[in-house]
């Protein structure tokens, strides 16, 4: 990110980009790798290969620290109903109808019996569901996100996130998007303003 120096410099003159560090119970969301996003096939698919491993990987090695792992998936009814005026400003969304395979979980992310997983209608994942009382229910003050799209889902979710009153970290090499000046553009931003942001690697020296 050497092309962003000078606005960070900037940026921390002006008194932003301050941490908000790791809490007492951390909670891993993985957004929307489902296959509509991560096979390259549909129309909303891109290269997600290098972020999809590492979140296998991640939720793999963090099994032993009893941390909670949610899913989500965005899924629309066939007549899409529920899709509000989002389905309009971006159509191929008609992709995401329940029952199909373009709205299940990626096969090579793990998921056990006791993962949670939320349907959701809109980018964020908080918007319209019960993810913030699922959170406070199990003692949760920082929601590790990971997923997809990082200028999308993932940047919706993290906002809401802090707004909500939990610490939010990104994983920069667990988040993914459709294209990488995009998915760089907007990791510097929410770093900047609304998040920690961190690799796999540094969350594991956390939990475990």
């Known amino acids: 990110m050497n092309r962003f ?15 908000i560090g790791v809490g007492k119970q951390c ?15 549909y129309q909303l698919g891109g290269d997600l290969d290098h972020p999809v491993e590492n979140v296998s990987q991640l939720l793999s090695k963090s099994v032993a620290a009893n941390v909670p792992v949610i899913f989500t998936t965005t899924a629309y009814q066939s007549d899409y109903s529920d899709a509000g005026y989002w389905i309009a400003k ?19 992310i793990p998921r056990n019996n006791d993962d949670i997983l939320i349907v959701k ?6 918007y319209g569901t019960s993810l913030s009382s699922i959170l406070v229910s199990r003692g949760v003050d920082t929601v590790v996100v990971t997923g997809c799209t ?10 809401d996130a802090l707004q ?27 770093g900047a303003k609304y998040a920690d ?7 594991l020296e956390h939990i475990l």
């Not at 971006?90 to 090579?108: F, H, I, K, N």
């Open 150 to 159: 990082t200028s999308g889902c993932v940047r919706a979710t993290t906002v």
């Open 164 to 190: 909500y009153g939990f610490r939010p970290v990104v994983l920069t090499d667990c988040v993914g998007d459709r294209d990488p000046v995009l998915h760089e553009n907007s990791l510097f931003d929410l």
């Open 5 to 19: 120096q000078s606005i960070a410099d900037m940026y921390r003159a002006r008194g932003f980009s301050e941490p």
């Open 27 to 41: 909670a891993i969301l993985v957004v929307d790798f489902i296959n509509a996003f991560t096979d390259a096939s």
């Open 197 to 203: 942001l961190m690799t796999s690697h540094q969350l």
């Open 121 to 126: 209608k809109y980018a964020s994942a908080f």
């Open 90 to 108: 971006v159509p191929s969304l008609a992709e995401l109808v329940q029952g199909t395979p373009a709205v299940e979980l990626d096969s090579r």
